[in-house]
């Protein structure tokens, strides 16, 4: 019996002491944190094999504007283009975000047909000078934090 109280009293204590090391160490990234920024530097197409699915190799630039590291479990995104989801894709290799510090990705998405279709009849109908964009990135720091949904908005001008 008194082997059961004894492990129950270092059972306790250790978890009492786990949540008080994790709680220290969210509270220590949460005063201050300035969310991440993403943004689309390049889209080039890569060849494929087949009609119906096209590549592209997107350039992502993300920067940390924060005083510590953060460790990115992984990375998705999508590409809007005028309220069209034209290309999305996923990574799970990235590496960590340094201190005050960026890091270039070049990741490769797919193109959605449909929505690539509809974009396209949309441009061919109203011939817009200009194309909205919409750069949706979640990011994933890891278990202890949510993940970190950032947008990254703005206009190409099609015009020569």
Request: aromatic letters at 4%; one cysteine or more; hydrophobic letters at 45%.
């Amino acid at each position: 019996m008194a082997a059961v109280t004894l492990l129950r009293k270092v059972f306790s204590r250790t978890m009492a002491s786990l949540a008080a090391v994790l709680l220290a160490g969210c509270a220590s990234l949460t005063p201050g944190f300035q969310n991440p920024e993403v943004n689309l530097v390049s889209v080039a197409p890569v060849s494929s094999n087949s009609l119906l699915e096209q590549r592209f190799k997107v350039g992502l630039r993300v920067l940390n504007p924060n005083s510590v590291a953060l460790p990115v479990k992984g990375l998705s995104y999508s590409l809007k283009l005028n309220g069209y989801k034209v290309v999305s894709g996923a990574t799970g290799s990235i590496p960590e975000l340094p201190a005050y510090g960026d890091v270039r990705l070049d990741v490769e998405a797919g193109v959605n047909l449909l929505g690539g279709a509809r974009f396209l009849s949309g441009i061919l109908q109203n011939r817009n000078q200009q194309l909205d964009y919409q750069l949706e990135t979640r990011l994933d720091v890891g278990l202890l934090l949510p993940a970190i949904t950032l947008v990254e908005e703005g206009q190409i001008s099609l015009q020569q």
